[in-house]
């Protein structure tokens, strides 16, 4: 059991580790491997230690946890941290320090929310947090808080517009963002610890409270009808409540999205709740039992103002906002799906060059989609390979399960379905069976149509090339009046034939053409076949 009046930093003193964390600072990440990036965020109720592969567009948490702490519990009222709060999070986050540094972490960054910065004992706190984890902690103003919470948004949802909402334990920050750039924001005592101190746990009076505070921001009216963006860990929870109610087929939180009206009425039945019957909801965290209805009335006060086109839930905030920070304009603007779908052939395909020939060579079959992003067909020639060293008799089923479930960025849940879709058939997957229902079920009849093309154009240019772009290169699919023609070398090095034939014809009649035609490279020879 842990002495919380005897934390001590075991095998070093404070001033060594302050020493060697300066020294990882100052090489500018350089030292360690060179990559990893570890964010401590020290929130008013809960503190969590995110390692990051790396700096960047799309950073991979390689370590994720989270220990509810409660230091801003009683704030409103004392004025201090809590010291039931303070006794836990002191070993943690020394363990968390010591956690970042065992994973060869080259950066370890400390920031603060609301509860460090508005307590009077604040100072205190932080200091001590530094002497004994070695490392500085920068403590976040209202402003800068609100600013890298709609930064993390904006990494998993780069043209997201409308009004972005993070609820933290202490306070709530409101940012408006226009087609992914930022506009105004403001901060707000709303966190739901701090609406239960404030209102001594009464629930109208907390209702109130929420009212009362957006009154005080006038240009919330102009956010009327846009998309609501909602952040923070008890917000997720009511997401993960309403898709258990709907028995929604894709348990991710990331772009999941609820209309207005049923939001409201999730708010409204979730801030009547009690402790007991929300204890018995296995969607909702123990520890979040308490204040979870206070969580749902901040939404619901937002919902009531605003009455948005639609909540959408981001299950990126702060942390992942923070790294977003320091990249430059240039970086900030590259596509996440296509950065992350080239990142995962360069680490895992066996042909990572594949993608970009067979975009262009699929063409054709693309182009007969209505209204098919260019930029889901580009990541999902980039994902064809992905199931390769798995069991063949099993490749459709690990292909479909991994992409429909992958921690993708700029992808709503209809486009991670669809590129699980096209790549389940790619392997050979059935359309209709159990195991792409989830996928089916979220897709529209057209984009079920879709992906079939396009899983089928895949399967056959594995066929026609083996995965070597250099072979890809020297054919050609091309639609001629109402046939699919593939052209193919003429020196026999591609054979007609076999399973080759089958998935052309597959193929075509897909599309609703006619037949398929085979025809040699006509400078060498004319000859045609079907």
Request: with cysteine.
């Amino acid at each position: 059991m842990v002495d919380r009046k005897e934390v001590r930093i075991e095998a070093r003193g404070a001033e060594e580790a302050s020493d060697e964390a300066a020294s990882i600072l100052n090489a500018g990440g350089k030292s360690r491997n060179g990559r990893r990036i570890a964010v401590v965020d020290i929130g008013s109720n809960s503190i969590r230690l995110v390692v990051f592969d790396r700096r960047g567009r799309v950073p991979v948490p390689v370590f994720n946890e989270r220990v509810i702490c409660g230091l801003g519990k009683g704030l409103a009222q004392s004025g201090r941290l809590s010291e039931e709060g303070k006794a836990l999070a002191v070993p943690t986050l020394v363990r968390f320090a010591r956690l970042a540094e065992a994973m060869n972490a080259a950066e370890v960054v400390l920031v603060a929310t609301a509860a460090a910065r508005d307590a009077d004992d604040g100072p205190d706190f932080v200091q001590e947090v530094e002497r004994l984890c070695g490392y500085p902690i920068r403590i976040l103003d209202g402003e800068q808080e609100a600013t890298l919470a709609a930064y993390g948004v904006v990494v998993g949802i780069p043209n997201a517009d409308g009004l972005a909402g993070d609820l933290g334990g202490g306070s709530l920050e409101l940012i408006e963002l226009n087609q992914g750039e930022l506009g105004r924001r403001v901060t707000l005592p709303l966190g739901p610890l701090r609406l239960m101190d404030a209102s001594d746990g009464d629930k109208r009076k907390a209702e109130r409270l929420v009212r009362d505070a957006l009154k005080t921001v006038p240009w919330l009216d102009e956010m009327a009808g846009r998309n609501f963006f909602a952040v923070g860990g008890a917000w997720r929870n009511l997401a993960r409540v309403h898709m258990q109610q709907i028995e929604y087929p894709l348990y991710v939180i990331q772009h999941y999205i609820i209309g207005t009206d049923d939001a409201i009425q999730l708010s409204e039945v979730i801030a009547q709740q009690g402790k007991r019957s929300l204890s018995k909801t296995s969607a909702v965290s123990r520890r979040r039992v308490e204040t979870l209805p206070f969580a749902a009335l901040a939404l619901k006060g937002v919902l009531d103002r605003l009455r948005p086109m639609s909540l959408v839930f981001s299950s990126f905030g702060l942390r992942e906002g923070l790294l977003y920070e320091g990249l430059s304009a240039r970086e900030r603007k590259r596509d996440p799906l296509i950065l992350i779908a080239e990142d995962l052939a360069r680490r895992e395909a066996r042909f990572p060059e594949l993608g970009k020939a067979l975009l262009e060579w699929l063409t054709p079959v693309y182009v007969e989609g209505r209204g098919l992003e260019r930029r889901l067909v580009a990541a999902a020639c980039h994902l064809g390979d992905i199931a390769w060293r798995d069991h063949p008799d099993y490749r459709a089923q690990q292909a479909i399960s991994r992409l429909l479930y992958y921690p993708y960025a700029g992808l709503d849940h209809g486009g991670r379905a669809f590129l699980a879709l096209a790549v389940y058939l790619r392997y050979g997957g059935n359309m209709d069976d159990a195991f792409s229902a989830d996928a089916r079920a979220l897709l529209s009849a057209v984009a079920r149509h879709e992906a079939r093309l396009l899983g089928l154009g895949i399967r056959l240019a594995y066929s026609v090339s083996g995965g070597a772009a250099t072979v890809l290169n020297r054919t050609k699919l091309t639609i001629v009046g109402r046939r699919l023609r593939l052209l193919l070398p003429a020196d026999g090095s591609l054979p007609p034939g076999g399973a080759l034939s089958r998935r052309h014809e597959a193929l075509a009649e897909a599309m609703g053409l006619e037949g398929t035609q085979v025809v040699f490279d006509e400078a060498e020879s004319p000859r045609a076949i079907g």
